[in-house]
């Protein structure tokens, strides 16, 4: 319903506000000093995709959620081509006697190997990643709930879910928007 004065009545994260009929939600973030394309929204619980936010009319009693992210990215620290193999210990000795690499971590089924000095250059072989899908590469975050989110709100499709994995990382696997399967990951502290 649009009141008398051409405004209708909406809550922005739990705070009662009344705006001008017929504003877009990306119309509503730019009068709130929000870039449209840093920001996820929810409206009644639901996901906009970001795509169609100069499209989609806040309306009366609409209860919407706005996450703005800041920065200029998601906190990128460390990029990782990911091969399989058989054996995720193969290669070991191509790895650190001949390229002169760090074994930086090693699971059952992964074997991470690091440049000395430089933590952002690495390569993982995997043998069977139990989530069942083989990514591409895997990329470590800052913050793997904002990044999720980031991804959720474009309508990327999200392969593997959100996920506190046992060996100390929460992750998520993501298509990435030229068709490779990329896995998000965020370490934990303990």
Same mark, same amino acid.
């Given at each position: 319903m649009t009141h008398t004065d051409g405004t209708v009545s909406i809550r922005?994260?739990?705070?009662?506000?009344?705006?001008?009929?017929?504003?877009?939600?990306?119309?509503?973030?730019? @009068?709130?000093?929000?870039v449209p394309e840093k920001i996820a929204v929810e409206r009644n619980l639901e996901i906009v995709p970001r795509s169609t936010l100069g499209q989609v009319l806040v309306e009366d009693g609409d209860e919407l959620e706005i996450v703005h992210?800041?920065?200029?990215?998601?906190?990128?620290?460390?990029?990782?081509?990911?091969?399989?193999? @058989?054996?995720?210990?193969?290669?070991?000795?191509? %790895?650190?006697?001949?390229?002169?690499?760090d074994l930086a971590m090693e699971l059952d089924f992964i074997s991470t190997y690091r440049a000395?000095?430089?933590?952002?250059?690495?390569?993982s072989v995997i043998a069977g990643d139990p989530s069942g899908l083989k990514p591409?590469?895997?990329?470590?975050?800052?913050?793997?709930?904002?990044?999720?989110a980031r991804a959720?709100?474009?309508g990327l499709e999200i392969v593997?879910?959100?996920?506190?994995?046992?060996?100390?990382?929460?992750? %998520?696997?993501v298509r990435d928007t030229v068709g490779g399967l990329a896995n998000i990951v965020e370490h934990r502290r303990s």
């Amino acid at each position: 319903m649009t009141h008398t004065d051409g405004t209708v009545s909406i809550r922005v994260n739990g705070e009662h506000r009344r705006v001008v009929a017929g504003l877009t939600i990306a119309q509503l973030a730019a @009068d709130l000093g929000l870039v449209p394309e840093k920001i996820a929204v929810e409206r009644n619980l639901e996901i906009v995709p970001r795509s169609t936010l100069g499209q989609v009319l806040v309306e009366d009693g609409d209860e919407l959620e706005i996450v703005h992210f800041v920065g200029g990215g998601m906190g990128a620290s460390r990029i990782v081509p990911n091969r399989f193999a @058989d054996d995720s210990a193969a290669g070991r000795a191509f %790895f650190t006697d001949v390229l002169g690499l760090d074994l930086a971590m090693e699971l059952d089924f992964i074997s991470t190997y690091r440049a000395p000095g430089h933590d952002d250059a690495q390569i993982s072989v995997i043998a069977g990643d139990p989530s069942g899908l083989k990514p591409d590469y895997s990329v470590g975050v800052d913050n793997v709930d904002d990044c999720h989110a980031r991804a959720v709100a474009q309508g990327l499709e999200i392969v593997y879910p959100l996920t506190d994995e046992p060996w100390g990382v929460r992750r %998520f696997f993501v298509r990435d928007t030229v068709g490779g399967l990329a896995n998000i990951v965020e370490h934990r502290r303990s």
